[in-house]
Every structure is written in C-alpha cells, then in structure tokens.
C-alpha cells in the first residue's frame, strides 16, 4: 500500500504535459542527430517528424490512454484506500471494544435522548396545527377582571357571540362551540355508548377549512329551531361504531334518545375541539366525536349573562391578531356603553398554536433545556475519550510513519476511524430515539395538549443523524491536526512508555470533565427539586379520604334544548334514587355523587350576593367553585364538618333553600363560623334567578382543582335545589373499591337504563392521575439526570485512568524511593477530588443561576433549597471520588522494577 | 512475412533488452534498436511510444522524469523486477522460436 503511494507520486499526474514533452524531447533529439548528419535544420526537422510517423495522432492516442489511465488508477487508489481505511478502523475499534462500546452508546445516548424530547416538543409546540392557515386561527375570550385586577379569560355568551359575529370585519368567518356529551345507541340496555360531542355553529368547518370524508358539513339551515336533527361524526367513531360503512351519509342514529340524520363523515384526525387544548372547565373531551348545530333562538340572541360558548375565528390575512382584537373589543365598548356602562368586560384573541401549547410550553422548554445538557455532557465524553485515544496511539502511529505511511495516509485513517464511530453512534441514536419516543408517549400525560400531532419527523432525524456524522468527521480532522507529527520519530525511540501528555493537553481534557460533573450535578439538583416536590404534593391533605371510594361518572340522557327547569324534576328524582340505592347496599359505607369531582380537572364557578350588604358592581361581588351534590358526598368522602350539619332529606323540597360552604369561603366572606352560620346568600348561577340560599353547615377546604392550589371559597348546592343531569358517583365501600363496579353497574340499570356509566376509577387513581403531569416531569428529569452522572462518572474515570497510566513512571520512582502504596491511593484520589469538587462548584453555581426557571413546575420547595442542593453536590462528589479508587488502586499495585526497567 | 502477435512481441523483446543495462529515455531505446538491428525492422518511431506505455502499464517499466545529457528533462523507462523476469522468459522462448525455425530452414 506505501508502495503504491511512491509510485503515485511519480508519475506525472497531467497526462497531455507528459505525452507532449516526451513527444517533444523525442523529435528535437532526432533533429539534432540528422543535424550532425550535415541537414539544414528545416530539413532536420521534417526528417525528424517524417520518420515518427503521425505525430498528432500518435500524441492524442497516447494522451487519451494515459488520462483514462490516471483517472482509472486515482479512483482504484481511492476505494482501495477507504475499504483498508473502514478495515482497519474497524479492526482498531474491535482491539478496544472498551472504548468503541463506551462512544457508540454515550454517542446513542445523546442523540437518541435529545431526539425523542425533540420530537414532543415539535409535536405539541412546532408542528402546524392540522387545519387549513393554522398561523390564522385564534380563539376568542372575554376577558374579566378578578379582585386583584388580573384579567381572566372566561368563555362567550350567545348575545356576545351573536354580537361579535355579525359586526366584527377582521374575520374571514368566525364559529362557536361547547362541549356537549351524547350516549349514542341507547336502544339496547347494553348499548349506550357515552361519546364526546360539541354543538357548533356550521361555520366552524369553513373557519377550520377541513371537507369531510364523505358528505356535506351541515349548513345555516340545520341551525334554526325546529330544523330537523343532524349530525357529523368523526373517523374513528365511524370505524368503532359503523364498520366504516361507505354508506352512512343519510342513515339514523339515537343521541340521547334522539334520532338523527348523519350527513357527514370528518377525515381521519380530524377531532377539534380536543379537550387537552382548550380550558379543562370547558370540559371537552380529549377528542370530539360527534357534533351538531349549535341552534340560537331569539331568546339565545339577548343572553349576555352565561358565559358558555368557546369561540374560534380566522383572522383575514391582512388584519393583525392585535388589530383583530382591538376592532373586537372596540365593538364591545360600544355596545357596553350603551347598555351596561358598569360592566368591566374585553375581548382576547388567542392565536390556536399559542393557547394549544401555552400549558406545557415552560415544562417542554425545560425538558428539552435538560436533554441539551445530557447531549453535552455525551459531547464532552466523546471529545475526552477520543483525546485519549488519540494520545495513546501516538506510537502505533509512528509506527506506520516510519513505515512509510504519508501524513496525508494517517489523517485520511483518522478521519475515517471517528466516521465509522460517528456512523455507528448516530445509528444507534436513530434506534434508541425510535424506542425513546414510543416510551416517551407511553408517559405523555392524556391532558398533553396535542398528544395526536407527536409523530417522529424524519427530516429532524436525517438532520441530526446528519450532523453527528459531520461532528464525527471534525473531531477526526481535529484528532489529525493534533497528531504532533514531528515527534512521532522520537516516540519510537521512547518505546511509548514515557510520559508524553504535555500538561496543557492533560488541563483541557480536565476542564471537560469538570463541566461534564458540574451540568450532571445542576441535572441532578433539577431532578431532585422535582422529586422532593412531588413527595411533598403527595403527602398534601387534599381535604377527604380517597382510600375504598370508587368513582365513575353517571349520565342522563340529554337532548334537545338545555332545560334545566321543565327537567328538574326527573333529574333530581333520578340521580337521588341512584344514589339512595347504592348508599342503602350491602358492604356500601356511604354513597353520595356531585357535580364537578375534585381533582378531576372539572370545575365550575359563579357569584352570589350575600343578603344584608350593599350590591357589588356586576363581576366584583363575592365569587365561588359550586358543586351540586347528592346523597351522602361528604360521608362518602369523609370530608368533615366544621360546623352546622350536613344535608339531609329535609333539604330535598325544591324550595328548601339551603347550602353548604366550606372555610376558605367563610373565611373570605365572613367574621367567623357563627357569622356565616345561618345567614342567607343569592347565588346568581343557578337556574331560578333570585333565590336566596342559607348557610346550612360549614365544611372543611377541599383541593378542586389540583392538590398545589390554595384553598378556594367553594359552594355546595344539594341536586333536589338544582338539578343537574350528569353528576360524578363516589362510593365508600370496606375493601377494594373495585369490587363494588357490577353492584354500581346493576343498580343504575335498575333504576334506568339509559343511564351512561362513564370513567369508572378508585378515587385514589384520580387523585394519581392528577398528578401525572409532575410524574412525567420527575421521571423525565431524573432518568436525564441518572444518564448524566453515569456519563460523567465515565469521563472522569477514563481522565483519571490515563493520567495514571502516562504516571506509571513517576510512581514507579516513588514506590522505589519508599512511598507507600496508600500514599500513591491518595495522591491518585486527590486528584479526582480535584476534578470533582471544582466540577461540584461549578455546578452550584450554575444550579442557581438556572433553577429559577422551575419555579412553576415546584410546589412546597425553593428553586434554592439548601437540602436538595447539599443532598445533590454530596452524591455527585462521592461518585466523582468513586471514579477514581479504579484507577487508584491500579496505580498502588505498579511494580517499581519494571516501570524503571522498562525505561 | 512475420505475425502482427510475433511483431509487437518482438518490439517489445527489444525495448525490453534496451532497458536492461539501465534506465534510457524513448529516443535513446529507438536509436539503440535503429542501429543494432540496422534498421531492418524499420520501426516507424512512432510505434515505440504506445508500446513504452503499455509495458509501463503492465509494470514491466517504470517511468521517471529526470535530466537528461543534453539538459532537458526526459522521460526514462527502466526495467521492474517484474519486466526482467518477463525478459529471460521472452528472450528464452524466442531463442527457442528461432532456433527451431532456423533448424526446420536448415533441413533442405
């Protein structure tokens, strides 16, 4: 192979130079010698040229054979070249497989980790929303001001929306939508299938600008009163339901009790609104089944006092979100002016993408914040590693020097050598990304906004898979530039054992480590902080008992037009048997059922006046989370009492007139529990307007929303006052919840039928579930931090390995010169002390200049906790020392007389 | 009337044989077979160059770029390993060729 490459070089690699100036030389020495022969030098000449024979065709044959020769020879050199170079790259890497293991995974790691949070992170945040112009979507809000000043944004109402739709110029179309739930079939006991509906105006699909599969969208005539009854279903409801018959459009189907037309099938994802996107009060489904038209009557077009419908607009291109909103909230002005001058309300437009991932963008961001440190630290690893090798070879490679190998040769072999790593490393990242992100979905919580859009683009893959493999070919031709090529002669001489690692080199290659421990402590603190966090959330009272309760959510069938009062009736008689039933069954403690189950995600909230005092001004008076309850719910719950008494039967009569507070709404709104007491309020969110209510008994906070929020005034409201046609159940039972479900099951179909039993759970697995989000982080966060101290502890042993081993002969010396073996364990030790404390400090400080930005994912914990940072730092410098008792004890055990001998 | 095959083998033999005392550019190996073989074979000198070539090809020859005597730079084609052991062989079964020729001639 040298050989080859002398050769190369002497041949004239411009073959029509060659061929000339040989052709050239031949016929001035012909013309010479017939110049002797006594010609005239015009005769010489011809002479010359006359007995070559054709000199132009002899030289063009002889150019062109030569050029396709160079060219056939440098391709053959070249692919001879590169096959010996991935040979013998792959025979070097299979000698240490030590090594080749250590990179490919660090390598795999790296990449396969911060690939897979990638790939959330473009799913949920940067990825188009899956509708025509997306950038152009932005949901519509009325804005209200809260004690604080702070504006929140509530849902429309129909007056509003109305208002909004007709006037406003910025859109190109606007819709409204609520959720509305439907049990589909229902014919059949067994049959009734909950399904997650909306009612919606028809132009929501244009605003959308999705066309079903098959059909037509319904149009302005099917949303007038008394129009005949029609539906859209979604792809998946129409696979589960129908067997994708391809002859739906036109056929009947039951909601509620109602019968149907189906006039159109939506294209396969198509599930908006999906509930994890939108306010968990507005209570959507996580994916939309069916929906119908939402119908204003004339009565719908004067409500401007239940805030209830969602909106959703496309701005025209030309108008600006901002500019948008000012026309909307510009138009409110005008008719509150007008009308209710007193009234604080504003419009908010929120581009969809925003609101979509508004939720998780800060936790995403972190997460993806956490992983870029794990890449690094991969980065730092190899770059040590690959330093490392390459100062250990310097006498294999002077070895191939000397054996007539060109620099150009060794570098060529370099390069190759980090190629087939960096191929091999970026391959198995693409695996481990592939499996990562499957398990990564696996955890995504159900509340992950746009879960469905996460799918592996395989542009990023190629991208990052691409630039591992340049990164690769860099450290190559950085590993080749480093190759001190002048002393490659005297490394032969020195037999390699000699300390040839200059300190600079040996200082850099320190620094890296220390890094490496200082961004795998700050991984850590950060997982730490989420663990203690989560500890404390879990131990968090969330004021009643979840152990032996099942829940599950019961349904009246609903249809038609919302009403509450005409229906009351039978909704109350309904639901208070089913929980009478069950309360009265053998192995049931208490049963009791209510509106919004806490740490569900539901809830809902309204004013109330207190008798007595002065009026508040509309949307300033006293404000609470109500629930609607039935039965026994606080026994069930064991939620206890603080004062007064629970309901009884005697506050069944409709007009009865009573209610329940709990402490955070006494202490809010009252002196004292014997003020409270007794005293009478007027909550405008039930149905019949100015009724008043007492305060019948006083109980205990109760977390609604999420086991980290503060207690919030809250109102009970028992179902016989206001009825509600779908509560949540919860059952006390003696053992496993679980074994009551077919007693739950029976009972509600002995009492009806076209009862929907839906989320069947142990209340233990809600409060669980609600706190998925903090489980998916902390797992996340710990296993990036459990990556990196391995990855770390690795870089820091290989570092301390080699300095021991370029050290074999200065500790051989001191071992002759009477140094104990402990002695030199220690000097080894301290050493790795060294790295690690500094990388500690480092990461301190680091810690606390970056953990800030976890505030809102911590609860009950400082960004700074002292405990967490010295728990942390402790693990991490006693790994960082554990890396070096390896090398440590190698050094102690070095046989003096052969380190010298050697030299 | 000698065979094409016979020709160029014969051309070959010869640079071959030019070589073999020591490295001697294009000009130098056609005069020297010129006049050894007093311009019997009439080699258009033209013809020595693809044939130089195609031995270099072969690796019989190896090619240099050195001075010359009169000072120019010439091409000088030397004898390989490989082009002497090809030349005892070739001048062996071209001894043995024309010996048996010149014997089947001599019988009359």
Redesign the interface.
């Given at each position: 192979m040298t050989k080859r490459s002398f050769r190369l070089s002497d041949v004239r690699p411009d073959a029509k130079r060659d061929v000339d100036d040989e052709v050239a030389f031949h016929l001035e020495m012909r013309t010479r010698e017939f110049i002797e022969q006594g010609l005239s030098p015009d005769e010489a000449h011809r002479r010359a040229a006359a007995s070559f024979g054709d000199v132009q065709s002899i030289r063009s044959d002889l150019r062109a054979e030569r050029t396709g020769r160079n060219e056939e020879r440098g391709r053959r050199d070249w692919r001879n070249g590169l096959r010996m170079d991935v040979r013998y790259s792959l025979r070097a890497l299979r000698k240490n497989p030590g090594f080749a293991a250590a990179a490919i995974a660090t390598l795999a790691l790296g990449i396969g980790a911060t690939l897979a949070v990638f790939t959330v992170l473009n799913g949920v945040l940067l990825r188009p929303l899956p509708y025509k112009d997306p950038s152009h979507l932005a949901l519509v809000w009325m804005t209200i001001p809260d004690d604080k000043g702070s504006l929140w944004d509530i849902p429309l109402t129909s007056g509003f929306y109305i208002d909004l739709a007709r006037d406003a110029r910025s859109f190109d179309d606007i819709a409204a939508f609520r959720s509305w739930g439907y049990s589909i079939g229902g014919e059949g006991p067994s049959d009734a299938e909950p399904v997650a509906g909306a009612r919606v105006t028809p132009s929501l699909f244009k605003v959308l600008g999705v066309r079903p599969l098959l059909g037509q969208p319904f149009g302005d005539d099917a949303a007038v009163p008394g129009a005949p009854h029609v539906a859209m279903i979604s792809h998946a409801l129409w696979q589960r339901r129908f067997g994708s018959d391809p002859a739906i459009v036109g056929r009947q189907v039951t909601l509620s009790r109602e019968s149907f037309t189906i006039v159109g099938v939506m294209p396969l994802g198509f599930a908006f609104p999906r509930g994890a996107e939108l306010p968990a009060p507005l209570q959507f489904g996580l994916r939309t089944d069916v929906w119908t038209p939402l119908v204003f009557d004339s009565s719908d077009a004067r409500n401007y006092g239940t805030n209830n419908l969602a909106a959703i607009g496309r701005r025209q291109s030309a108008v600006s979100l901002e500019n948008a909103e000012r026309e909307a909230s510009g138009l409110l002005q005008r008719f509150l002016q007008a009308n209710a001058p007193r009234l604080k309300l504003g419009y908010r437009l929120v581009s969809m993408a925003d609101q979509a991932g508004a939720k998780v963008k800060r936790t995403l961001l972190i997460l993806f914040g956490s992983v870029l440190f794990l890449l690094l630290i991969a980065c730092a690893n190899i770059a040590s590693l690959l330093v490392a090798r390459a100062t250990g070879r310097q006498r294999e490679l002077a070895v191939r020097a000397a054996l007539g190998a060109g620099r150009a040769r060794i570098a060529r072999q370099l390069v190759t050598e980090n190629l087939v790593l960096a191929v091999a490393g970026g391959l198995a990242g693409v695996a481990v990304s592939y499996w990562g992100t499957k398990v990564m979905l696996s955890l995504v919580p159900g509340s992950m906004p746009r879960a469905d859009d996460i799918v592996t683009d395989w542009r990023v893959v190629v991208a990052a898979t691409g630039a591992a493999i340049l990164t690769g070919t860099l450290f190559g031709v950085a590993s080749a530039l480093s190759v001190r090529w002048g002393h490659l002669a005297s490394e032969l001489h020195s037999g390699g054992t000699r300390s040839t690692g200059d300190r600079g080199r040996r200082l850099g290659r320190q620094m890296l480590v220390t890094g490496e421990v200082a961004l795998s402590l700050v991984l850590l603190i950060g997982a730490a902080l989420l663990t203690r966090s989560f500890v404390r959330l879990q131990s968090v009272q969330p004021g009643f008992d979840a152990s032996h309760v099942l829940a599950a959510g019961m349904g009246l069938p609903l249809a038609g037009p919302f009403d509450p009062i005409g229906n009351a009736p039978r909704w109350s008689r309904t639901l208070n048997d089913a929980t009478a039933r069950i309360n009265a069954s053998p192995g049931v403690v208490a049963a009791g059922a209510i509106s919004s189950l806490p740490l569900s995600g539901a809830l809902e909230g309204g004013g109330l006046r207190i008798t007595g005092r002065a009026p508040d001004p509309p949307g300033e008076g006293p404000h609470a989370q109500y629930n609607v309850v039935s039965g026994n719910y606080f026994r069930a719950l064991r939620i206890p009492l603080v004062a007064g008494r629970y309901f009884d039967s005697s506050d069944d009569a409709p007009d009865a007139g009573s209610i329940i507070v709990n402490r955070a709404f006494v202490r809010k709104y009252f002196a004292g529990v014997n003020d409270a007491l007794g005293h009478t309020v007027s909550p405008t969110f039930t149905f019949k307007r100015g009724e008043t209510k007492a305060i019948v008994g006083i109980v205990d906070d109760v977390k609604q929303q999420s086991l980290d929020e503060d207690a919030t005034p809250q109102v009970y409201v028992p179902q016989s006052q206001m009825a509600y046609p779908g509560l949540a159940l919860v059952v006390r039972v003696k053992g496993d919840p679980l074994t009551a479900v077919p007693l739950v099951r029976r009972e509600l179909r002995a009492i009806d039928p076209a009862i929907t039993v839906t989320d069947v759970r142990t209340m233990q697995s809600v409060v669980d579930h609600s706190l998925e989000r903090q489980r998916f982080n902390m797992t996340l966060i710990g296993v990036f931090a459990g990556s990196a101290l391995v990855l770390a502890l690795v870089g820091l042993y290989g570092v301390i390995a080699l300095i021991v081993a370029q050290r074999r002969r200065e500790i051989g010396v001191r071992l002759a010169l009477g140094a104990r073996p402990t002695d030199v364990v220690r000097m080894v030790l301290m050493e790795t002390s060294r790295v690690g404390v500094a990388g500690v400090v480092l990461g301190i400080l680091a810690a606390f200049a970056i953990t800030r930005v976890m505030q809102s994912m911590l609860y009950g914990v400082s960004t700074t906790d002292v405990v967490t940072f010295a728990a942390a730092s402790a693990v991490v410098l006693s790994v960082s020392v554990a890396a070096g008792l390896g090398p440590a004890r190698r050094a102690s055990q070095v046989d003096p007389t052969v380190t010298l001998r050697a030299d | 009337m000698p065979g094409s095959d016979l020709y160029t083998g014969t051309l070959d033999l010869l640079i071959l044989k030019a070589v073999s005392w020591g490295p001697r550019?294009?000009?130098a190996i056609?005069?020297w077979i010129r006049e050894t073989t007093s311009d019997v074979l009439n080699v258009?000198?033209?013809?020595l160059?693809?044939a130089l070539?195609r031995l270099e090809?072969k690796g019989l020859l190896?090619?240099?770029?050195r001075q010359?005597e009169?000072g120019?730079?010439?091409?000088y084609y030397s004898l390989t390993n490989a082009g002497r052991t090809h030349l005892r062989s070739e001048r062996k079964r071209w001894e043995e060729y024309s010996g048996a020729v010149a014997r089947a001639l001599a019988v009359t």
């Open positions: - | 550019h294009g000009y056609g005069r258009q000198e033209g013809a160059y693809p070539h090809r190896s090619e240099e770029w010359s009169t120019r730079q010439a091409k």
